[in-house]
């Protein structure tokens, strides 16, 4: 089966630094990109970003740049998002999703991690 | 950014009922567009890609259309489970913007 397991929630306050992470099992890690995507309490979907992880080559929604970081470890199929200074606003569930060769969709999601930061 | 604009916002259907969504390309995206359904607190699940492609173990009462700009979800016959949240998506080009959301109650 193919499977994107996640990282639990985590509470953090302002200014600190977070690395989530999925795991990718039951399918060739290297060739397909890997998509993050966030949800703000009640609100829509935001494609936040993807990574290839044959060469960590890395495409960010020009909103999110400098924000987040995304990186990839292909000896254990896991795939990372990261903050260096969280921020209130960045307080929504984050879901990694893998993509389909074929048309760009995500064709099976994680579970999502829910990231709070309160002070 | 190609902005995704869907309508309704929300509707109320009954079971059985026949439901449409639409969602408009705010630049032409040729087929690149997904639909995906989502329950509260749960991670979306992809029903439709390439406009009109339906993803495997997806019920057939689910159909894509549209090519462009303007693309169709349409539920022949609304089932209990169908509730929540449709969102469309486009990957034509980055980022790969996503819809606003449609939520679907059942009367």
Redesign the interface.
Known sequence: DVQLVQSGAEVKKPGESLKISCEASGYSFTEHWI?W?RQKPGK????M??IYPDDSDT?Y???LEGQVTMSADKAITTAYLQWSNLKASDTAMY?C?RV?A??????V????TMVTVSS | DIQMTQSPASLSAAVGDRVNITCRASQTISSFLNWYHQKLGKAPRLLIHGASSLQSGVPLRFSGSGSGTDFTLTISSLQPEDFGTYYCQQTYTTPRTFGQGTTVDIK
């Not at chain 1, 829509?44 to 494609?47: D, G």
């Not at chain 1, 074929?102 to 064709?107: E, H, P, Q, T, Y």
């Open positions: 998509g995507v829509a979907l935001e494609w970003g993807m495409r929604s020009p909103s879901f999703a389909i074929a048309g760009g969709a995500f064709d999601w994680g579970h999502g």
